[in-house]
């Protein structure tokens, strides 16, 4: 007999790719799971599929940088609880990202995309289910978005959960209005703005701004977590990153250079959820 979940959660994350270097992410997870009935008549009850999944999702998935460990890019160093990663890029170019073990998940693969994240995930899943549970299979796939979208990753220092992780992202839509009028042009700029970049704050520097490479720090409830990379893939703005403040810094930039109009922007973290804020000159 064969069971589906579809879309029993999203994961928000980041992972490390050759050519796009750090991308943030959010997937939609669905799962099917093939089986005997069990003396209920069940392969297995929805409540435990979807509470397995979604719990072993979110605490090994959601939040965390995605490492592919079979990548000939990577090398990777542990210390005790504590990570350290470099990853070379395809245009001669590094990032390196170090932080407390629970904020990485070492993925065994070449490289990170639906199919392989899904695999691993099965492979660790084996033995979460009932013995009436013959075959697991999980599917990700990116949420379908008719409006120019951006990927980034950032971090939330001041965050007491799992956004403190300092290499974590989402795949965010992104609506822009001008005097109460939708702007396509504006949203295509954003988006490619804003295509697989970091969005760092500029208190987290660590060492110089001016170099072609930039380095951030900072200690947060779950440790330290540092990350460089190079400056070309990262935008620096004063404030912290949380999607309230993105909002706004979107509405203001966009207002220089629009006097006298209102700006409005709608910004999404992810699937279904965002902030509004607006700004005029
Ligand atoms: N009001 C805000 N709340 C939160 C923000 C924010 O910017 N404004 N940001 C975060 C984190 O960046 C986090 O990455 C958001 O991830 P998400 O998985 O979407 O959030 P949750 O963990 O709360 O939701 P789940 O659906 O349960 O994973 C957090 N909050």
């Known amino acids: 007999m064969h069971l589906f979940v579809d879309n029993l959660t999203n994961v928000d994350f980041s992972y490390l790719d050759h050519a796009r270097g750090l991308v943030g992410e959010t997937w939609l997870a669905s799962a099917a799971l093939d089986g005997a009935l069990d003396d209920q008549?069940?392969?297995?009850?929805?409540?435990?599929?979807?509470?397995?999944?979604?719990?072993?999702?979110?605490?090994?998935?959601?939040?965390?940088?995605?490492?592919?460990?079979?990548?000939?890019?990577?090398?990777?160093?542990r210390s005790g609880d504590t990570l350290a990663l470099t990853?070379?890029?395809?245009?001669?170019?590094?990032?390196?990202?170090?932080?407390?073990?629970?904020?990485?998940?070492l993925v065994e693969a070449e490289e990170i995309f639906e199919e392989s994240a899904a695999a691993w995930c099965v492979t660790q899943l084996s033995g979460a289910f009932p013995g009436s549970v013959a075959k697991l299979q999980l599917k990700f796939c990116s949420e379908h978005i008719d409006d120019p979208y951006y990927h980034?990753?950032?971090?939330?220092?001041?965050?007491?959960?799992?956004c403190q992780r300092i290499a974590h992202g989402h795949r965010s839509r992104i609506q822009i209005f001008v005097d109460g009028t939708r702007d396509p042009e504006w949203e295509e700029r954003w988006a490619e703005r804003w295509r697989d970049i970091y969005l760092g704050t500029r208190e987290d520097l660590?060492?110089?701004?001016?170099?072609?490479?930039?380095?951030?720090?900072?200690?947060?409830?779950?440790?330290?977590?540092?990350?460089?990379?190079?400056?070309?893939?990262?935008?620096?703005?004063?404030?912290?990153?949380?999607?309230e403040q993105l909002a706004q810094y979107i509405a203001e930039t966009i207002a220089e250079e629009e006097k006298g109009r209102i700006v409005r922007v709608r910004a999404y973290e992810g699937l279904g959820k965002g902030a509004e804020a607006s700004a005029s000159r």
């Open 152 to 162: 980034y990753s950032h971090g939330l220092k001041k965050h007491d959960g799992n």
């Open 206 to 243: 660590h060492g110089s701004e001016g170099g072609d490479q930039l380095g951030f720090a900072y200690t947060a409830r779950q440790g330290k977590f540092t990350l460089t990379l190079p400056a070309s893939r990262c935008e620096l703005v004063t404030c912290d990153t949380t999607v």
């Open 41 to 77: 008549g069940m392969v297995c009850d929805f409540g435990i599929v979807k509470k397995t999944l979604r719990n072993w999702l979110d605490d090994e998935v959601d939040h965390r940088l995605l490492v592919p460990v079979q990548s000939p890019h990577l090398e990777l160093q």
């Open 87 to 105: 990853w070379k890029l395809k245009d001669g170019g590094e990032i390196t990202v170090g932080g407390p073990e629970q904020a990485f998940a």
